[in-house]
């Protein structure tokens, strides 16, 4: 049992380029300072937190993630990373916190922070350590550090017959084992967990702009390692739920009180071939929690053939926006994505983000626009600056180093790789309602992105409009556009959207209440400006100065830059269409 005590100091909230520091509203959503609703978009920073070779941190310098940030926030509008950070690197030793990796770990994350990105810091585990893997394995894990693992007595690691490395935590006993100690807490390993998760939370607190910090996940893809003939509901209940309360009071101590605890259920409990989970039989969460899951497509990873389309996520994406309301709090998908290696990547991933802006699929939407839902936060798996370009000895094996993909367990996620985006830009750099002056009531968006790698392939669009909007329908034909309705609450602030590259504002039309402008101006009631902290990545704004709490605002984004201008006459009959469209609705 650990019983040292690390003192622990309360911080000053830190501000970073004058964004205000998020938190969570009463109606399940993300609000700043102002009121606004926000939704963060990014990726997760990355994979190379796993290896060895690049000291357990997703950059080998810092200058290496000064260039990430800016690239990210330039090409794909980011505006939130989820940083990933190692227990073996805070804790190499028992009574050792390596504060050298936590300042570097800090310097690194500032380089996001000092761009306008928030950042939600995350303690990552897969197969809980690579200590358990034999130096011949066919796989490895990572998190917990070696002394860790010397305390406990493991059998000799086998996955037996699986197909996809998540199998181990189904089969392979060391790693059950070893997981099965954490949650009992054995040898007084969770203690020390929670130890040393004081130490870097105080460190990290002391260095880092609060402001800027979403929160923090403690435990990456939770799996029982036993259940101890219960049900994985039970389970939740009995082993996670208290990990997550115990978590949540060394936040507080540590200075983080004012930031919520990203909490995932049982790693599996919405996959093709699901278990029992999803903290469906626990108490409320309330504000000083997130929901947070992960979704990956298990069918199409391996027996499904088919390709992906219009609503193909809405089901799954909705059933982690139901399972965060009935938990009084907002929903975040932490992780999702898919191989580069699959030919169906680049749409499954396009029907990801679908589902993450709506509740209803694009043919459906215009005329059900009433039940689009909340727009779901989420961080894509993953960005990695080395991919292809990695030297990991798997395993501590110097004869068996790694250096294509990601550099473990045979993946392949990273949607960049020497400088350039693997996937079609369109996919990544969307337009999304980054802040919005009152309540989101709908919102989609039509990225006409392509079925091949980096913009190759076919085209087709999922947004259709009915026949019956005639001026809108030609106006959006074969053109990138999305729509957004929110209800005004008197907040004195702009709704902001990200502006994808592909939209320049002097050839952007937006339409809506509050105007109807073809070439988007930088002042006005309809306004373009530069992202906070980026050079030329633009955001649209759209102020409703003296609009009444309670009203109802629509906005009509078009992509228009196939056209030197469009008609004043055009722009008129489609305002009347869209403002009769939005008025003909029960909101």
């Not at 622990?8 to 501000?15: E, N, Y």
């Not at 309330?286 to 992960?294: D, E, I, L, P, T």
């Not at 009531?441 to 409009?465: C, H, I, M, N, P």
């Amino acid at each position: 049992m650990v019983h040292a005590r690390w003192l622990l100091v309360l911080m000053l909230l830190g501000f970073a380029v004058a964004v205000p520091q998020p938190a969570l509203a009463a109606d399940n959503g993300f609000t700043d300072a102002y009121g606004r609703e926000l939704t963060f978009r990014g990726f997760n920073v990355s994979g190379s937190t796993k290896l060895h070779e690049s000291g357990l941190l997703p950059f080998r310098s810092t200058a290496d993630a000064a260039a990430s940030a800016a690239a990210m926030r330039e090409q794909t509008g980011a505006n939130a990373i989820r940083f990933l950070i190692s227990w073996e690197g805070v804790q190499p030793a028992a009574n050792t916190i390596d504060t050298a990796y936590l300042g570097r770990a800090a310097a690194q994350i500032k380089q996001f922070t000092d761009r306008g990105i928030h950042v939600l810091l995350d303690y990552h585990q897969d197969l809980y350590a690579s200590y358990l893997f034999n130096t011949g394995s066919w796989y490895t894990g990572d998190g917990a550090p070696k002394w860790v693992i010397d305390k406990g007595s493991y059998p000799a690691e086998s996955c037996g017959i699986c197909v996809l490395w998540g199998q181990n935590m189904l089969t392979n006993n060391a790693v059950r084992k070893a997981a099965y100690d954490f949650w009992h807490n054995t040898y007084g390993v969770q203690d020390a967990y929670l130890t040393q998760a004081a130490a870097a939370l105080t460190y990290l607190g002391d260095a880092l702009p609060k402001g800027m910090m979403l929160g923090v996940d403690p435990f990456n893809e939770p799996f029982d390692g036993g259940l101890d003939g219960a049900a994985g509901t039970t389970w939740e209940q009995s082993y996670l739920l208290p990990f997550y309360q115990r978590f949540r009071a060394t936040m507080d101590s540590a200075g983080w009180s004012a930031l919520p605890l990203y909490a995932e259920p049982l790693v599996f409990w919405n996959t093709t071939f699901g278990e029992a989970g999803g903290l469906t039989t626990i108490p409320a969460l309330g504000s000083r929690y997130v929901f947070n899951s992960h979704y990956y497509d298990g069918a199409r990873i391996t027996i499904d053939p088919t390709a992906a389309g219009d609503g193909t996520y809405s089901s799954a994406m909705n059933r982690i926006r139901d399972r965060a309301v009935s938990l009084g709090t907002t929903g975040f998908v932490s992780e999702f994505g898919n191989a580069m290696s699959n030919s169906r990547t680049p749409w499954m991933v396009r029907a990801m983000y679908q589902g993450l802006d709506s509740r209803l699929s694009g043919a459906a939407f215009w005329n059900s626009a009433a039940t689009s839902g909340v727009v779901l936060s989420g961080t894509q798996w993953h960005w990695d600056v080395y991919s292809g370009r990695h030297s990991e000895p798997m395993n501590g094996n110097p004869g068996k180093v790694q250096t294509t993909g990601d550099a473990w367990n045979g993946e392949d996620h990273s949607v960049i790789a020497g400088g350039a985006l693997r996937l079609d830009r369109r996919v990544l750099d969307r337009l999304y309602p980054s802040a919005v002056a009152g309540h989101t009531l709908a919102f989609a968006y039509e990225d006409l992105a392509r079925d091949g790698f980096a913009g190759s392939g076919a085209q087709k669009s999922w947004l259709t409009v009915p026949a019956r909007l005639t001026t809108i329908a030609s106006l959006v034909a074969s053109r990138q556009y999305g729509v957004l309705v929110w209800r005004d609450t008197a907040v004195t602030a702009p709704t902001e959207l990200h502006l994808p590259g592909s939209f320049g504002p002097a050839r952007t039309t937006v339409i809506s209440d509050l105007g109807a402008v073809s070439g988007v101006p930088s002042t006005g009631a309809v306004a373009a400006t530069t992202e906070t902290g980026a050079a030329t990545a633009q955001r649209l704004l759209l102020t409703a100065s003296g609009a009444t709490s309670g009203s109802v605002h629509v906005a009509l984004i078009v992509n228009t830059s196939d056209a030197a201008a469009i008609p004043a006459a055009t722009l008129t009959t489609a305002r009347t269409e869209l403002l009769n469209w939005a008025s003909g609705i029960s909101w």
